[in-house]
């Protein structure tokens, strides 16, 4: 058995450098006025979210709305780790010169025409570490 844990909140700027440390998480937005969750995998740029899908994804159709998405590396063995939440508004990619760099940079993990980009500039962000707890020091 492992030690006590603590919950550390992490500030903004320390939340999006940990989700950027890692290649995939999952969105998750309203389908059939229903919470749906995909997994796919990110790249953050500029403090935004941006995501790859092919054009029948259920996503598109949260393109203009606010969505959540979430990433996390928690190790099983030590329950160590961390959890980053942001929320924000999906947005389409369009300007060519944005493709072209964001297609070289997210290369998609499945087969097919993955050739619509998803943009989430954050506007919350909630981000915590489990962290070994520290033991009290009393002075007497």
Known sequence: MTGTRQLRELTNDEALHRLGSVPFGRVVFSQNAMPAIRPVNHVVDGGAVIIRTH???ALLRSVGVVVAYEADAIDADTRLG?????TGYARRVQEAG???RYEEMLQPWVDGAMNQL?????RMINGFELVEAREEVVVT
Do not use: K, N, T
């Open 118 to 122: 998803i943009r989430i500039r954050p």
């Open 98 to 100: 944005e493709v072209r």
């Open 55 to 57: 054009l029948g994804a």
């Open 82 to 86: 961390w959890s980053v939440i942001i």
